[in-house]
């Protein structure tokens, strides 16, 4: 479908006048109904940059309780370089993805030594720090520094393939969003599109009624995302649940695995060593697998290399998302 405002000669961007509505339209909405949320209440860099490297990957509501935790313990950017890995990683456990807690804690640093503690408002600088990439240099540039950086991701990425009725990707995409930009309110530009990708352009069911670009919209829900169907793998698992006085017996990943380096677990157990009723079912999902955990509760395997930790210091260790749901579960924490 040809919309009739854009170009003749490219079917991504808008002509000017219906570029100046479509900034009208998206800031108006944005004033109007935008959500709360704590990130939103000032433009502190720290604080913006810790939500959107929290967000990636996560939705809002699963991030609001540890943004918030998170920022108890470290409340500035210099507090956050000067903590143990572990303790970060405590912090962030239940989040998943423990590498953005590891990239943050190194830009920290760096931010500290190199910048004597002031955020880089640059998008170069931005994007020298570890774990900052394109679209998180310019959402913390035009959010906390108003400079005319468009961000691009997966809500954006739907809402502009709707709107011109055509899929984009990679460089053209990230062009029509900067021909949209508002250079006047370019953060408050991004956090609508944003917005109005997580609360209106559904990824199944777009609001096309309620929405305050419909008629500038190519498509106007008629273009559904379609999704390839996800394989998930299914495996069960088996893990030992070993209690002492007060005490858990723990084991810790090898630092140098590739997945969840150095984060605490329950031991686990080849079926072979299952010789007594399970206690605890989990169901757990990882990328495409499906787990089932079933938990035994009594002595670990003797060759398992670990340590009993009292169950007051469990909560301050950086423990798999799994392990966490297992003795939350198990009501050890
Ligand atoms: S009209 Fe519908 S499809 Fe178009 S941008 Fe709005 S919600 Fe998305």
Redesign the pocket.
């Known amino acids: 479908m040809k919309h009739p405002a854009m170009n003749s000669d490219d079917r991504r961007k808008f002509d000017a006048l219906t570029t100046r509505r479509w900034r009208q339209r998206l800031l108006s909405w944005y004033d109007h109904n935008r959500r709360e949320l704590p990130w939103r209440q000032d433009r502190d860099p720290y604080r913006v940059w810790l939500s959107e490297i929290m967000l990636q990957q996560t939705r809002v509501s699963a991030v609001l309780d540890h943004y918030c935790r998170f920022l108890r313990r470290f409340p500035t950017v210099q507090r956050l370089a000067a903590a143990r890995e572990s303790s970060v990683l405590a912090a962030w456990s239940g989040l998943g993805y423990y590498r953005r807690a590891r990239m943050m804690h190194a830009a920290a640093k760096a931010i500290v030594k190199q910048h004597g503690g002031k955020f880089p408002g640059g998008i170069a600088d931005l994007r020298a720090l570890p774990g900052i990439g394109r679209y998180t240099a310019a959402a913390i540039a035009s959010i906390v520094f108003n400079a005319p950086a468009a961000v691009v991701d997966g809500n954006v990425e739907r809402?502009l393939g709707?709107?011109f009725g055509a899929g984009l990707a990679g460089e053209p995409l990230w062009q029509t969003a900067e021909a949209l930009l508002s250079r006047r309110r370019p953060g408050d530009f991004n956090q609508a599109m944003m917005e109005l990708g997580a609360v209106?352009?559904l990824p199944r069911q777009?609001?096309?009624s309620i929405?305050p670009?419909?008629s500038l919209?190519a498509?106007?829900?008629s273009l559904q995302q379609v999704k390839k169907p996800i394989r998930q793998n299914r495996r069960d698992i088996y893990y030992a649940l070993d209690r002492r006085n007060s005490s858990i017996f723990l084991v810790q990943r090898p630092k140098h695995a590739s997945l969840m380096p150095g984060l605490w677990e329950l031991p686990e157990i080849p079926i072979s060593s299952a010789s007594r009723p399970f206690s605890l079912t989990v169901r757990h999902s990882i990328t495409v697998t499906d787990y089932r955990v079933r938990v035994m509760r009594g002595p670990v395997p003797v060759q398992s290399r670990g340590r009993w930790v009292p169950k007051t210091r469990i909560p301050q260790l950086p423990l798999t998302g799994l392990a966490r749901k297992i003795l939350r579960q198990a009501q050890v924490i």
């Open positions: 809402v709707r709107v209106v352009c777009p609001r096309c929405c670009v419909f919209c498509t106007r829900g």
